[in-house]
């Protein structure tokens, strides 16, 4: 099992670009979440899933949007990249909810300069 | 909403001492505290997770214990090895509401 796949690893964007970033899981699970990492200041959610077709605004939504048209897959968008989006971005799943543990994916370092 | 305070910010222990990594929360419908370890480059792993009806759980060398009536857990680590150097964070909530803590870089000096 490949478990939470994220791609890229790295990226680096010019102020105002756009990007996707990808995530996939091959568990089967119905939960997805997106978080962001910031030095210091631990995991803050963007947002999450419940199933295909639902999504939920986290903590902090503003400046990304999200779609979940497959059980497998929960996508995240930048639009109009800013230097404050900078940080570490991980996705997470879980079967039953945030309280049975999450699978983390091993990360994309984005970088807006 | 929920906030999780975690102490200390960074821990260097000597390879074979304990160490504990304690976090406080402020919301009394929590009932789910998980502890995940994340190392260089990788994502969070869940490494132990205690439910409110339990007073503390153990796994191998790792354990964790609450105070429901003081709203804290701790992470207590026995006979420490250099493989445990990493960032370790706990979380606090319950249903979808879940905040992490700030996190705890633990260096285990051989």
């Known amino acids: 099992n490949a478990g939470v796949t994220q791609t890229p690893k790295f990226r680096i964007l010019k102020i105002g670009q756009s990007m996707t970033l990808q995530c996939t899981q091959d568990m089967n699970h119905n939960y997805m979440y997106w978080y962001r990492q910031d030095p210091g200041m631990g995991l803050k959610l963007i947002y999450y899933s419940v199933g295909a077709g639902i999504t939920d605004k986290g903590e902090v939504p503003n400046g990304y949007n999200v779609s979940r048209s497959t059980t497998e897959d929960f996508p995240l968008r930048l639009e109009l990249a800013a230097p404050s989006q900078t940080s570490v971005y991980f996705c997470?799943?879980?079967?039953?909810?945030?309280?049975?543990?999450?699978?983390f994916g091993s990360g994309t370092r984005l970088t807006v300069v | 909403g929920e906030n999780v305070e975690q102490h200390p910010s960074t821990l260097s222990v000597q390879e074979g001492d304990s160490a504990v990594i304690k976090c406080t929360y402020s919301?009394?419908?929590?009932?789910?505290f998980p502890w995940y370890k994340q190392e260089l480059g990788k994502g969070p792993q869940l490494i132990i997770d205690i439910r409110s009806n339990v007073g503390e759980k153990k796994d191998q060398r790792i354990a964790v214990t609450l105070n429901k009536t003081a709203k804290h857990f701790s992470l207590h680590i026995t006979e420490t090895q250099p493989e445990d150097s990493a960032v370790y964070f706990c979380?606090?909530?319950?249903?979808?509401?879940?905040?992490f803590g700030p996190g705890t870089r633990l260096s285990v000096l051989p």
């Open positions: 919301d009394s419908a929590s009932n789910y």
């Open positions: 979380a606090a909530g319950y249903g979808q509401n879940f905040v």
């Open positions: 997470a799943s879980t079967q039953q909810g945030p309280s049975y543990g999450y699978t």
